[in-house]
């Protein structure tokens, strides 16, 4: 069993800039890709970013790209998503996610365990 626990939402400017983490607990997730995931009111949930299981190879949804960062810190079981140029069509519920494979996918049903989300808030 893994419990992910995300944090660093809040509410910040068009403009801002956010970091999001989250601690994975209960086993190691270094053999597993991790990613984030994000829902905003009304609307179905969508993916934001994957890393693969080493850190090595990323992906990004295209609203997001040169925008966002994921990174994670395997010694801390803790990964990132450092958000800059935050815009208000990003206020949403972000999770974080771990993977059953070693790679990282867009489809939410391709990950295993979710956190409880941590919301952010861009005002206009």
């Known amino acids: 069993q893994v419990h992910l626990v995300e944090s660093g939402g809040g509410l910040v400017q068009t403009g801002g800039s956010l970091r999001l983490s989250c601690v994975a607990s209960g086993r190691t997730f270094s053999s597993k890709a991790m990613g984030w995931f994000r829902q905003a009111p009304g609307k179905e949930r969508e993916f934001v970013a994957g890393i693969n299981w080493n850190g090595g190879p990323t992906n990004y949804a295209d609203s997001v790209k040169g925008r966002f960062t994921i990174s994670r810190d395997k010694a801390k079981n803790t990964l990132y998503l450092q958000m800059s140029s935050l815009k208000p069509e990003d206020t949403a519920l972000y999770y974080c996610?771990?993977?059953?494979?070693?790679?990282?996918?867009?489809?939410?049903?391709?990950?295993?365990?979710w956190g409880q989300g941590t919301r952010v808030t861009v005002s206009s």
């Open positions: 996610a771990e993977s059953r494979g070693p790679a990282p996918t867009m489809r939410g049903d391709d990950y295993a365990y």
